[in-house]
């Protein structure tokens, strides 16, 4: 049998895999957490008001990984409201200011 340690590209592809920044597909048993701390960016982020977020756990429980697809979610969100901004600009000016500006003439 071939020794797989001794392939180059068997051991890049592992070195690739364990890396601190790769961020798998999908998190394990993690859903609860990542749903409350992204609706707690996004909402700080509509209101336009800043926040701060305490998470603290074991070492290797995953802390940094959630962070990390947070963060993607939150820019994919954007990414999403930005494009519906330019598609639709009326909707947004009418959420920031309810009521018409009225001018009298006369």
Request: with cysteine; hydrophobic share 40%.
């Amino acid at each position: 049998t071939p020794d797989i340690c001794a392939d180059p590209d068997h051991i890049q592809s592992v070195k690739a895999a364990l890396h601190l920044s790769t961020v798998p597909d999908a998190m394990i048993c993690r859903d609860a957490e990542q749903g409350k701390v992204f609706e707690y960016c996004k909402d700080h982020l509509l209101q336009r008001r800043p926040g701060s977020l305490y998470i603290c756990g074991c070492p290797g429980t995953g802390k940094s990984l959630l962070m990390e697809k947070v963060k993607m979610l939150a820019s994919k969100w954007t990414e999403e409201v930005f494009l519906l901004f330019l598609l639709y600009p009326w909707r947004f000016f009418h959420q920031m200011n309810p009521k018409p500006f009225c001018f009298d003439y006369t």
